[in-house]
């Protein structure tokens, strides 16, 4: 038996093409959607309705394919484990860092709290943020300025710089810090694959190291690891 054939692409219309471009229409549907960030995960929310509506594929915003989802699921897990171990025995005492996140303290022992915060870290952290700063914010900056080696250096700084900046409202100078750095490693990863699937897992898995640091009051320890 035949295979039936397949569904033709859905039809591009004038509206789609204006949210694409950077016309009154796409640069108020940027704003909008780069403004919901401050109620995350609103903007990776609108970011998919945006793609939708505009036929953007969905390959263009991170969504394309992993080649094997349990490999990526699994080395993304690995990575952002130990990178989370490096950063806080390592990276951030170098920079002076309080060995404490304050904004978080309250979690220590509190495990009601813990756990609450988990499908936080899951759906605004791993999915939202990811879906965000590196699918939307990629595909947007990307089509505006090109994706040459330079035009790609500049959306990797800038996408960063944005994402450390909003880390400072709840985590002072030490999370922005922090943030800037992951932004600019994650950042320069999705150059490289254009995929969000593995940085999701890395990145849902960096937090959840975070969270049971604090969880068991094991951040100083492991601050002090290196540097005692």
């Known amino acids: 038996m035949a295979a039936p054939p397949a569904s033709p692409p859905p039809k591009d219309d004038s509206f789609a093409r204006q949210l694409r471009g950077f016309g009154p229409i796409g640069v108020l549907a940027m704003?909008?959607?780069?403004?919901?960030?401050?109620?995350?995960?609103?903007?990776?929310?609108?970011?998919?309705?945006?793609?939708?509506?505009?036929?953007?594929?969905?390959?263009?915003?991170?969504?394309?394919?992993?080649?094997?989802?349990v490999g990526s699921a699994l080395v993304g897990i690995g990575l952002g484990v130990v990178f989370k171990l490096v950063m806080k025995a390592l990276v951030m005492p170098?920079?002076?860092?309080?060995?404490?996140?304050?904004?978080?303290?309250?979690?220590?022992?509190?495990?009601?709290a813990v756990a609450a915060f988990i499908p936080v870290l899951v759906v605004q952290a791993a999915w939202g943020e990811e879906t965000f700063f590196r699918g939307y914010l990629f595909e947007r900056l990307g089509k505006a300025i090109g994706r040459g080696r330079i035009a790609t250096f500049f959306t990797v700084l800038v996408t960063a710089g944005f994402f450390g900046a909003l880390h400072y409202l709840g985590q002072g100078p030490s999370g922005a810090q922090q943030a800037t750095i992951v932004g600019l490693i994650a950042g320069a990863w999705y150059a490289h694959t254009r995929r969000i699937w593995m940085l999701s897992w890395a990145h849902l898995a960096f937090d959840l190291t975070a969270l049971a640091l604090i969880a068991w009051g094991l951040e100083a320890r492991v601050a002090g690891f290196i540097f005692h």
């Open 31 to 69: 704003v909008v959607i780069v403004a919901a960030q401050l109620l995350a995960p609103l903007s990776a929310v609108l970011a998919l309705v945006w793609a939708a509506r505009s036929r953007t594929p969905w390959s263009e915003i991170g969504y394309g394919r992993p080649r094997h989802w």
């Open 94 to 112: 170098l920079l002076g860092a309080d060995p404490i996140n304050q904004g978080y303290r309250h979690l220590t022992g509190n495990w009601g």
